[in-house]
């Protein structure tokens, strides 16, 4: 469990503000000052983040699409409902377009 999980709702809610409202920072080797074999560690570093990075990526959008219900989507044959090329991947079902 992390510790925004531990902490109370209201408090977890600050925490999240304050995390979201930092910038996202790289940390970087001088990559001259690096042997051959620590470039190689490094790149195997970097490829580990880039994962961890696409993981939570598609977490993101798993939740977006969990917050996103096609229930409230407009009924159809009114304005603003899908229709044609503009219907939802059947691969999705459930998920709205709108956000």
């Given at each position: 469990m992390?510790?925004?999980e531990e902490c109370e709702p209201a408090a977890a809610g600050e925490l999240l503000d304050l995390l979201l409202?930092?910038?996202?920072?790289l940390q970087r080797l001088p990559v001259g000052l690096l042997s051959r074999e620590q470039k190689a560690a490094e790149l195997a570093r970097v490829a580990a983040v880039k994962a961890m990075t696409a993981a939570y990526e598609a977490?993101?959008?798993l939740g977006l699409a969990d917050d996103s219900p096609d229930g409230f989507d407009p009924a159809?044959?009114?304005p603003g409902a899908?229709?044609?090329s503009w219907a939802p991947d059947p691969e999705?079902?459930?998920v709205s377009k709108f956000t």
């Open positions: 992390t510790a925004v409202a930092q910038g996202p920072e977490e993101l959008v159809p044959g009114t899908r229709r044609g999705l079902p459930g």
